[in-house]
């Protein structure tokens, strides 16, 4: 009795690429920072943070305990965690998005 021959199945040249995840930037609510304290650094160090938007923002975490102030990739998202946590907004740890 005879058996085929066995075939490796051709490899594929295609290469699939996975994008880097972004990360999420979240200011939690405290006790002791206060309404202009957060939105000026939201201003300062935020890219494109516009005073509507960080007075937005600045009440997003008043009322819901937190917000979401910036969303991209790791790098950048590690610098601005780092800079608003300096001047001393509590901050969430980075998660992906």
Same mark, same amino acid.
């Given at each position: 009795?005879?058996?085929?021959?066995?075939?490796?199945?051709?490899?594929?040249?295609?290469?699939?690429?996975?994008?880097?995840? %972004?990360?999420?930037?979240?200011?939690?609510?405290?006790?002791?920072?206060?309404?202009?304290?957060?939105?000026?650094?939201?201003?300062?160090?935020?890219?494109?943070?516009?005073?509507?938007?960080?007075?937005?923002?600045? %009440?997003?975490?008043?009322?819901?305990?937190?917000?979401?102030?910036?969303?991209?990739?790791?790098?950048?998202?590690?610098?601005?965690?780092?800079?608003?946590?300096?001047?001393?907004?509590?901050?969430?740890?980075?998660?992906?998005?």
């Amino acid at each position: 009795m005879t058996t085929a021959p066995t075939v490796a199945p051709e490899k594929s040249s295609q290469t699939v690429q996975k994008p880097y995840p %972004n990360y999420k930037v979240i200011v939690l609510n405290d006790d002791f920072n206060t309404f202009e304290h957060v939105a000026k650094c939201l201003m300062k160090y935020i890219p494109g943070m516009t005073s509507d938007r960080a007075w937005d923002l600045t %009440n997003q975490v008043h009322f819901e305990g937190l917000a979401i102030v910036w969303i991209g990739p790791q790098e950048q998202a590690e610098l601005y965690h780092q800079q608003l946590k300096r001047e001393g907004l509590t901050m969430a740890p980075l998660e992906t998005a």
